[in-house]
C-alpha cells in the first residue's frame, strides 16, 4: 500500500503552489519604477512584463489542466516546476525589456501548472465543506504573501532579489513535487486522444450552473486585477505614498481578502457566501465609484477598498468550491477553465483603469464588474435551487 501524504504537507505544499499566481503578478510591482531606469526604456515597456505574465498565467492553466487529467498530477507537477526555474533564470539574466517580457511569458505559463493542479489535487482529495475549507486556508496562506514579501524585498533586494527569490520557492516546489503522492489514481485518468481531451472542455461548458460560477470568478477576478492595476498610481502618485508605504497599505488590503476567505467557511453552505458576498460587492463599489469621482481623502477610499476586497474573498472561496465541485468528473479540465478564464478578465481590466482620469475609470470598473459578477451569481443560484429555498436555508 503506498504511503499517503500527510494532511500538513498538503495543506502548505498546496497553499505554496497557489500562491504562484499572486507571487508571479503581485511581488515585483514596487520595483517596477526601479526596473525602468534597469532596462533604461518606459513604464508602459515596464509593464507589458505585468501583461505578459497574465496571459502565461490563463494559457497555462488551459496546458496543464488536460495534462494532469491525462498524465495524473504529479509529472505534470514537476515539469512545471522545472519550466518555472529555468524561466526565472532567463528573467534575471536578461539584457533587454524585451527578452525580460518574453520569459516572464513563459513564467507564468509555468506558474499557472502550479495553480491548477493545486485546486485539481483538492479536488482530488476533498469535496463539499471540506474542500471550501481547504480552499479557504490555502487562500489565506497565498492572499498575503505576495505584496508584503514584496514590499519588504523590494527595498533592500530590488527586483533581482525578489526574483532570486522566486527562484528559491521554484526549487523548494520542485523538491515538494517529488515528494508528493500521486492523487489522481490511474483507474480515473482521461484515457483519450488529445483531440478527445480537449474536446471536454466543450461537455465542461455544457454545464451551465458551472459556467455561472466561472464567469462570476471571471468579473470578481477583473475587480481584483482593477485595484492591483490602478493601486500603485493612486496610492503612490495621486496621494503621495512612497513604494514601501505603498507595500505595507496593499498587504493590509490583502488581508482583508485573507480574513473573508477563512470566514466564508462558518456558512452553512457556499452559497449562501457566494450570494452574500456578491451582493456586498455591488454596494461597496456603488460607494467606492461616487467617493473616487468626488476625489475622496486616502482614508474614505481606504475604508471602502477593504469592505469591497472583504466581499471579494467571500466570493473566491465560494465559487472556486462550487465550480470544482460540480465537474469533479473533469477537475484538471474544469480547474484549468476556471483559472485561464481569471486571469483574462484580469488582463483585460488591468489597461482600462489607465484610460483618462484614474480615479473615474477604477471606479467604474469596479462597479460594473460588480454588477456582472452578481448577475452571474444570481443566474447559478437559480440553477441550483430558487431563492425562496435560499432563503430557507439560512
Known amino acids: 500500500m503506498v504511503k499517503e501524504n500527510s494532511q500538513l504537507f498538503i495543506l502548505v505544499f498546496l497553499g505554496m503552489l497557489t500562491a504562484f499566481g499572486p507571487f508571479v503578478t503581485d511581488m515585483y510591482l514596487p ?36 495534462l494532469s487529467d491525462k498524465y495524473g498530477r504529479r509529472i505534470p507537477l514537476i515539469m512545471a516546476m522545472l519550466l518555472f526555474l529555468f524561466s526565472t533564470l532567463g528573467c534575471l539574466f536578461s539584457a533587454t525589456i524585451m527578452q525580460f517580457v518574453g520569459w516572464r511569458l513563459v513564467q507564468g505559463i509555468a506558474g499557472a501548472g502550479g495553480i491548477v493542479i493545486s485546486r485539481s489535487i483538492a479536488a482530488d482529495k476533498y469535496s463539499g465543506r471540506e474542500l471550501a475549507k481547504m480552499l479557504a486556508v490555502i487562500g489565506a496562506i497565498n492572499g498575503v504573501a505576495a505584496p508584503m514579501a514584496g514590499g519588504g524585498m523590494a527595498g533592500s533586494l530590488g527586483w533581482q532579489g525578489i526574483f532570486w527569490a522566486l527562484f528559491v520557492l521554484g526549487i523548494l516546489l520542485l523538491a515538494g513535487s517529488i515528494h508528493f503522492r ?21 461537455a465542461v461548458t455544457r454545464n451551465r450552473r458551472y459556467v455561472c460560477y466561472i464567469f462570476q470568478f471571471g468579473f ?28 505595507v497599505c496593499f498587504g493590509i488590503n490583502a488581508l482583508a ?36 469621482c468626488s476625489d475622496c481623502s486616502f482614508w474614505v477610499y481606504e475604508v471602502l477598498l477593504l469592505g469591497l476586497l472583504s466581499m471579494l474573498g467571500l466570493t473566491f472561496t465560494a465559487s472556486n468550491t462550487l465550480a470544482m465541485d460540480c465537474e469533479r468528473s473533469h477537475a484538471g479540465m474544469a480547474s484549468a477553465l476556471l ?23 477604477t471606479g467604474i470598473a469596479f462597479l460594473v464588474g460588480s454588477i456582472c459578477s452578481f448577475i452571474c451569481t444570481r443566474m447559478a443560484l437559480r440553477r441550483t435551487f430558487s431563492l425562496a429555498q435560499y432563503y430557507s436555508k439560512k
Open 220 to 247: 470578481a477576478q477583473g475587480v481584483l486585477f482593477a485595484n492591483i492595476s490602478s493601486a500603485p498610481f493612486i496610492m503612490q502618485e495621486h496621494y503621495g505614498f512612497s513604494p514601501l508605504m505603498f507595500s
Open 31 to 66: 520595483t517596477l519604477p526601479a526596473m525602468t531606469g534597469f532596462f533604461q526604456t518606459t513604464s508602459s515597456q515596464v509593464q507589458l512584463g505585468l501583461t505578459a505574465s497574465m496571459i502565461g498565467l490563463a494559457v497555462g492553466q488551459l496546458l496543464f489542466g488536460p
Open 182 to 202: 500521486e492523487s489522481l489514481p490511474a483507474t480515473r485518468r482521461q484515457h483519450a486522444s488529445w483531440r478527445d481531451v480537449y474536446a471536454g472542455f466543450v
Open 339 to 361: 483559472g485561464a478564464l481569471g486571469f483574462a478578465f484580469g488582463g483585460i481590466v488591468s489597461p482600462f483603469v489607465g484610460l483618462g482620469n484614474i480615479l473615474v475609470s
Open 257 to 292: 481578502i485573507v480574513i473573508s476567505a477563512a470566514s466564508s467557511v462558518r456558512f452553512s453552505h457556499p452559497e449562501q457566501a457566494l450570494y452574500r458576498g456578491s451582493s456586498g460587492m455591488v454596494v461597496a463599489s456603488l460607494l467606492l465609484c461616487l467617493a473616487l
